[in-house]
Structures are given as structure tokens and as C-alpha cells.
């Protein structure tokens, strides 16, 4: 009886050791890397979108003992001329820029210039306080048919490939101004132009959406305020005589809101792996 105990339980401690043998040679493969978006790089792209603005624009000019006017007449000039137009228009152009990725923010420097479409024109009458019924005019048109920017990028990651970001720098447009007055009194003429390239200011904020192998796209508004260029005149004309005391002043003042979309191309940058 006890050499039958003894072979049972040599088979049964040989089973158990050939079993762990067995879960010892047993091993578990290390996952596959695989590859995760990373900003760094160059890229180029193009846009397209819409602007709503305004600008100011304004004609002044002033009371002297030898001028053309009343000391009445001049204030309601100014009125008048003090304008103001709205303009709307679609969009579109060129980008490129470079991006830099630091862990989860990424930072960049991107360019753009884009056909701009601002126009807009205002006209506006009144009666000589001192000789109704005779009045006189001012007519304001104003138009910025390009737009470019250099901006600054900053933003973070909300996940690897879906970038939000606040952007701002200088924003560079042609303003284009022409202006002129006229009256019923003695047909009294005076006109100005105001051909200006301004550097004025952007700032605004974004999201952006890697995929395909360095395809992006992107949602931005931008808000743009190129100042104010302003002229001056002393060709005022009354009948025949000319009168330069009464100096003209003309200005204008652009603002526009631009809301666009847009689809980016990075070429090469590093890839990171990821488990």
C-alpha cells in the first residue's frame, strides 16, 4: 500500500512541475508603437471667409477772417462731414507659418495675405445756418482691397491632433480715401485723396484639426484696426477765387471683424511614439 501511495504521488508532483515549466516559458508580447501627430514643422495653406466693418470717415475744416465761409457755416461743415460706412465682403488667400510643439503647447509665427474687399461711400447735405436756402455737400468714399498679417501663435492641445490657440501681431492693408465738398452758394468745390499703406493691428483666436499626414483644418476670427490716415487740403474754390486759408482736413478710420476657414499643409517634422 504505501509503494502505491509513493507512485501516485511521484506522478501528481511530475504533472504540477511539467505544468509550471510550462507557465514559465509563457510570455506576453510588447504592445506595437505607434505614431503620434507632432505640430513642429513648416506649412502652407489657403482661406477663405467673410469681413464685416466700419470706418469713420471725416471732413473738417476751419474759420478765418479772409476765408470763403461764415464763422456759422464752418461748424455745420464739420457735422456733415463727421461719416461713417459699413462694409461686407467675402475673403480669401494665402497662409504660411511655422509651428513649434513643447510638450502640449504649441507655438508659431504664420503669415497671410488675403483679398480684403473693404469699400463703402457716404454723402451727406445741409443749409448755410447764415444764407438758406443755400447749401453745400461732402461726399466720403473709402476702400482697402488687400489685407496682410504677420501674427504670433499661441495655443495648447485639447487632444494630440485638436489644437486651440490666440493669435495676434500687425495687419497691413492699402486704405484708399477720396473726398469732396461742394455748395450751391457760389458752386464752391474742394476734394482730397488719401492713397495710405497702414500698419495697424490684429488679434484673435482659433481651433485646428491634424489629420492625414500633415493635413490640418482650421476655424479663425480675427478682429483687424488699421487706424486712422488722414490728409489735407487748401484747394478750396468759390466761384473764381481761391481760398487756401480754409485748410481741409480728411481722415479715415478702418475696423473690420473677419471669420474664415481654412485648410493647412506641414511638411515633414518629427514623430513621437506613442504605446
Known sequence: MNKFLLAVASIVLGTASAHAADLAAQYTKAPVMAPAYNWTGFYVGGNVG???????????????????????????????GAQGVNSSSVTGGFTAGYNWQVNHAV????????????????????????????????????????????????????????????TGGAAISEVKGNFNFTDTFSAATESAAIRDTRLGWTAGVGTEYAFGGGWSLK?????????????????????????????????????????????????????????
Not at 480728411?250 to 481654412?262: A, F
Request: glycine share 12%; charged share 10%.
Open 219 to 275: 476655424a479663425e476670427y480675427l478682429y483687424v484696426d488699421l487706424g486712422r490716415a488722414s490728409a489735407t487740403s487748401t484747394n478750396l474754390v468759390g466761384g473764381v477765387t481761391q481760398y487756401p486759408s480754409n485748410v481741409y482736413t480728411h481722415s479715415v478710420d478702418l475696423k473690420s471683424n473677419i471669420v474664415r476657414v481654412g485648410v493647412n499643409y506641414k511638411f515633414g517634422g518629427p514623430v513621437v511614439a506613442r504605446y
Open 50 to 80: 467673410g469681413q464685416w466693418g466700419n470706418a469713420d470717415l471725416n471732413t473738417s475744416t476751419i474759420w478765418t477772417p479772409a476765408g470763403y465761409f461764415a464763422a456759422s457755416s464752418v461748424p455745420a461743415i464739420n457735422t456733415v
Open 107 to 166: 507655438l508659431g509665427l504664420e503669415g497671410d495675405i488675403n483679398y480684403f474687399g473693404f469699400k463703402g461711400s457716404a454723402t451727406g447735405s445741409a443749409l448755410y445756418p447764415c444764407c438758406a436756402p443755400t447749401g453745400f455737400t461732402v461726399s466720403s468714399q473709402v476702400s482697402a482691397d488687400w489685407l496682410a498679417t504677420i501674427r504670433g501663435r499661441i495655443g495648447f492641445l485639447a487632444a494630440p491632433t485638436w489644437l486651440l490657440y490666440a
